[in-house]
């Protein structure tokens, strides 16, 4: 089985990217999706990344590519209409 893609929507700190590379190259994942990044990707990236950032590649899109299944997860909460 082919490891799978990271997709981040619209993530907001460079800090929180940084770690999310860390912990992929923990796993061997390799490709990390930025669909339209609210952050550059700069020195705090660098720092949390550390060796991750030459080993997961990152792809800028502008939407979510098409896959055959997605599994999508949010840091907000919902409501008990939205769970």
Do not use: W
């Amino acid at each position: 089985m082919n490891n799978p893609d990271i997709i981040l929507v619209e993530p907001e700190t460079e800090g929180n990217i940084g770690a999310i590379v860390r912990c992929m190259a923990n796993f061997d994942f390799k490709t990390l999706i930025l669909v339209n990044p609210k952050c550059s990707l700069g020195e705090e990236f660098s720092k949390r990344a550390m060796h991750g950032k030459d080993t997961v590649a990152i792809y800028l899109k502008k939407k979510i590519p098409a896959y055959d299944m997605l599994i999508g997860t949010t840091a907000q909460k919902g409501n008990e209409y939205n769970i």
